[in-house]
């Protein structure tokens, strides 16, 4: 299984970014897809998850402002991220749960400008 992330660049605070990323492979049953991140001296954190039956969790850092979805079809999760801040600089990593696997992309940077 490999994901894919896309979406990432540098934008000014305030603006929007959406993320994308597709998952291939041996998919047969995506469970809890997800976003994290991890920027500069800190940990990978929690950006936002959506499990299969649709049900979400945020970080409070992003309630508001960012939305994740996903298209089981294309087997692509999304990330809507409006209103960005400086804070939320960091490379953005996918994941997917696939029975008791978890699976990471590679990440992809967002930078916002003050």
């Known amino acids: 299984v490999q994901l894919q992330a896309s979406g990432g660049g540098l934008v000014q605070a305030g603006g929007s970014l959406r993320l994308s990323c597709v998952a291939s492979?041996?998919?047969?049953?995506?469970?809890?897809m997800g976003w994290y991140r991890q920027a500069p001296g800190k940990e990978r954190e929690l950006v936002a998850s959506?499990?299969?039956?649709?049900?979400?969790n945020y970080a409070d850092s992003v309630k508001g402002r960012f939305t994740i979805s996903r298209d089981n079809a294309k087997n692509t999760v999304y990330l809507q991220m409006n209103s960005l801040k400086p804070e939320d600089t960091a490379v953005y990593y996918c994941?997917?749960?696939?029975?008791?696997?978890?699976?990471w992309g590679k990440g992809t940077q967002v930078t916002v400008s003050s």
């Open positions: 994941n997917m749960d696939q029975y008791v696997m978890t699976y």
């Open positions: 492979g041996r998919i047969f049953n995506i469970d809890t």
């Open positions: 959506i499990m299969r039956s649709e049900r979400t």
